[in-house]
């Protein structure tokens, strides 16, 4: 060993000499070691360059999860959501890139790298709209939360310091909607309901309130006859009282739901769905969109779709159809006008309102009626319709000021109307009556609102300001007088209720005329301010004054009548701690309701004021790893003060309270493609506060649940076998009622359905099972829910 060691510390010795001696080798060693030095280098310089770029819309908007390649390069990324994309770590060399997407036509620019980063952008030839009709269609689910609507001026959902859930077309696709109202189920914290008239109207509850479905596109729009889906863009659930831009005409103090409508694109598309399903369900719809000018400044769609199902109780049935056609006229680069009709009619039976007091029940569940069992009729006791006309001029002032002007239009006519009761005499016995209708409803509005962009004082400003006139005008044409009534024993064979009967009783009776006019007339301004990059304020204020000319009887002189005013301001604030990522909030806003004055029982006049609802929140909103992850934690407390109540003796006080506080946890999710997630949890303790006979304060507990849930995840194999094939499902959980009172219980529920389907670039096949556990649950409205039930689907699109 000792040899071998000496052999290698000799033969180190006599190599140093050599390269010492010999020059040329020492020269050539250098120049190696430079050559090599300049070949990192110019890696490293070569590995710093990137390709950088925006993609964006005809209309100038960013044109987010376009698919960027670079061609014969094994590099792709995605727009992220202000269109942005990044190549790094690139070599200099040429390279091509590419644009595309499914559905659109796709873009290729040649960029040659040297010595600098190059950006690039790609301008596509179809329009915002037109792209998310794509991106939908493509069947990329997105967790972007963005509206014109909520604030009424173009706010980020992490700017927007209130809480607001979207339920989109996509996720009603997924579940096969067939009933709209269904569809509500998704809305973090919300219960689905009908209010106490099953007529196809639609309800849900907000943070412990009764909310219709009053907004369409903004305006005030109520559809009694049913809203179908085949209309439906998405639906915008604006938690918390929304007087200051809204009014009190379409909202609770819980918030309100916007419905928007489907809008005319640049792409020429026309879809066919049908549907089948259990209980005879058929049901087709279709969707035209085609330019109408070659240069894409007419637009026009056509959404229509007819119905009919019976029901899973022994009674009952429904039938309506929906044609809507609209219009986007681009006048010119400043002007855009859009005209949007609907007409609806329906044809039903209806569930009766079911009294059960002299049962002295425990559970709704010990009702003496089998699940299916119907009290009600199977002739059509509702026959009604509406029109919607809506129109629109968006205009373009300058850079900094847009002017837009809105009329509208909505209409209802109830043709038939027949409402029914049963009344429980004992366990055996049912006393069943009715009372009729038949309603003319007229709803015009005019809207002006300027939005304006500018700096003031060095800081930024959004502002919104607006006017807003509402005319009502209502005609009932009931009937004076006891109409039919009839006894039946549950236990024994008995006919559903005749309509033909009902007709006969109406005809001994007097037909009652009334009508009932108001007007609101208001101004409102909002404005946010931004004092840093990441800490907004927002200032919002309404002055609402109400013209009520009362009612007049059989086409007399107007009674009743009064005027109001309400005012109804809002504070707000936004600050991101992670930019454009993760924000906290916190928000004051304020809701009221009107009231006329009353006569007292010793013919004394009072004058009841607005009742007033204010909130208090705050909140935490995130959109994390490039908006996969979104989610809204908020925590509110709402107070109403001056609530009116009426005592045994019949006067009327001003002194109630109503108390509303909870938390509420939306989340929407895209942890890797393919895989899409909807889940939402709200807690509601809602109180009502009274005095007693003795002048004492009595508190209880609203009637209504005071948890609600919901889940839903989709999947969509993208390679293998199953490539195409997807599975969805999920659940919805409502909470016990009547937990903290003596009234009977409807118990907690989960209520579980799944899906399987087929998808491809022109066909989409679907099956979904509902209600898989099979269970006979009750509703928040006493209202039995259907058993086990199968929807299939089929659609083409071209």
């Known amino acids: 060993m000792k040899v071998f060691t000496n052999s290698i510390v ?55 999860q376009v698919s960027i390649t670079l061609k014969n390069h094994k ?47 790609f301008v596509l030839s179809e329009d915002s709209r037109t792209l998310q009709e794509i991106i939908v269609n493509g069947n990329f689910k997105t967790t972007k939360k963005e509206s014109e609507f909520i604030s009424r001026m173009p706010l980020k959902d992490l700017e927007t310091p209130q809480v607001y859930n979207i339920v989109g077309k996509e996720i009603m696709e997924q579940q096969i909607t067939t009933d709209y109202k269904q569809s509500l189920r998704n809305i973090a914290g919300g219960g689905v309901a009908y209010g106490f008239v099953n007529n196809g109207f639609a309800y849900t509850v907000l943070r412990g309130f009764w909310t219709g479905v009053r ?50 694109f640049e792409t020429a598309r026309t879809a066919i769905d049908y549907t089948l399903g259990s209980y005879n369900l058929q049901r087709i719809a279709a969707d035209v969109n085609t330019p109408l000018k070659s240069d894409k400044s007419v637009l026009f769609r056509l959404n229509a779709a007819y119905q009919s199902e019976n029901t899973f109780m022994d009674w009952g049935f429904n039938k309506r159809y929906v044609v809507a056609p609209s219009f986007l006229f681009k006048v010119n680069e400043k002007l855009n006008i859009s005209l949007n009709t609907e007409l609806t009619n329906a044809k039903m039976s209806m569930l009766p309102y079911i009294d059960y007091s002299a049962l002295g029940l425990k559970n709704i569940k010990e009702l003496p009626l089998k699940h299916n069992q119907s009290l009600g009729s199977n002739d059509v006791i509702f ?51 009715a009372s009729s209708s038949a309603t003319d409803e007229n709803v015009y509005q005019f809207q002006q609102f300027f939005n304006g962009d500018f700096i003031l004082g060095g800081l930024k400003n959004k502002v919104v300001l607006g006017l807003d006139v509402y005319h009502y005008n209502a005609v009932d044409k009931g009937y004076v007088g006891e109409e039919y009534k009839d006894v039946i024993t ?3 064979a008995y006919s559903p209720l005749s309509l033909a009967k009902i007709k006969a009783k109406r005809e001994t009776l007097i037909n009652g005329y009334q009508t009932t006019k108001s007007s609101v007339y208001a101004a409102y301004a909002s404005s946010v301010t931004n004092l840093t990059d990441r800490l907004s304020i927002l200032l919002g204020l309404r002055v609402d004054r109400l013209n009520n000319k009362g009612t007049a009887v059989m086409r007399g002189d107007f009674n009743g009548g009064y005027n109001q005013t309400a005012v109804s301001p809002k504070f707000g604030a936004v600050y991101q701690l ?59 407390n709402i107070a109403i003060n001056n609530a009116v109540r009426t005592n045994q003796q019949g006067y009327t006080f001003q002194d109630s309270k109503q108390k509303s506080k909870g938390y509420e946890v939306d989340l929407q999710a895209t942890p890797f493609d393919g895989l899409h997630i909807t889940a939402g949890y709200g807690y509601n303790k809602n109180t009502f506060t009274n005095k007693d006979e003795n002048g004492h304060d009595v508190t209880r507990r609203n009637y209504l649940p005071a948890d609600y849930g919901n889940l839903w995840l989709t999947y969509k194999f993208s390679n293998g076998i199953a490539q195409n094939f997807g599975l969805g499902g999920g659940t919805n959980y409502v909470g016990e009622i009547n937990k903290y009172t003596l009234d009977p219980k409807t118990d907690a529920y989960f209520l579980t359905d799944g899906t399987v389907f ?41």
């Open 10 to 64: 000799l033969t180190q010795i006599n190599f140093a000499r050599e390269i010492k001696d010999n020059k040329s080798l020492i020269a050539m060693l250098r120049t190696i070691v430079f050559i090599t030095f300049l070949f990192v280098a110019q890696i490293s310089l070569a590995q710093k360059l990137t390709i950088s770029g925006q993609v964006s819309t005809s209309d100038g908007k960013p044109a987010p």
């Open 75 to 121: 590099k792709s990324t995605v727009a992220d959501e202000t269109g942005q994309f990044r190549f790094n770590n690139l070599s200099p060399g040429n390279y091509t890139v590419v644009a595309s997407y499914v559905g659109l036509k796709h873009q290729e620019q040649v960029v040659s790298l040297a010595e600098n980063d190059m950006r690039i952008d």
């Open 215 to 264: 907004m369409r596109n903004g305006v005030a729009s109520s559809n009694w006859s049913g809203i179908d889906p085949a209309v439906v863009e998405r639906s915008e659930a604006i938690k918390g009282p929304a007087g200051t831009l809204y009014g009190n005409s379409t909202t609770s103090f819980g918030g309100l739901i916007n419905l928007v409508t489907k809008q005319p």
């Open 383 to 433: 026959d009604g319709g509406g029109i919607n006309i809506f129109t629109k001029a968006d205009y373009q002032i300058s850079d900094n000021w847009k002017s837009t002007t809105i009329a509208s239009l909505n209409s209802n006519n109830i043709n038939e109307g027949v409402y029914t009761r049963a009344r429980f005499l004992s366990s055996t016995q049912v006393e069943r009556t």
């Open 490 to 492: 549950i236990t024994e």
């Open 578 to 636: 992670l930019k454009d990522q993760f924000s906290v909030f916190g928000n004051y806003t304020n809701g009221f309701q009107n009231n006329a004055p009353v006569r007292q029982p010793d013919a004394t006049l009072f004058n009841v004021k607005p009742t007033t609802g204010n909130q208090l929140e705050f909140g935490l909103k995130s959109y994390l790893f490039n908006s996969r992850l979104s989610a809204t934690v908020s925590f509110f």
């Open 758 to 798: 087929y998808e491809l670039s022109k066909v989409r096949l679907a099956l979904k099972i509902n209600n898989i556990g099979n269970q006979k649950i009750w509703g928040i409205n006493d209202n039995p829910l259907p058993t086990r039930n199968f929807v299939a689907s089929v659609k083409y699109q071209f």
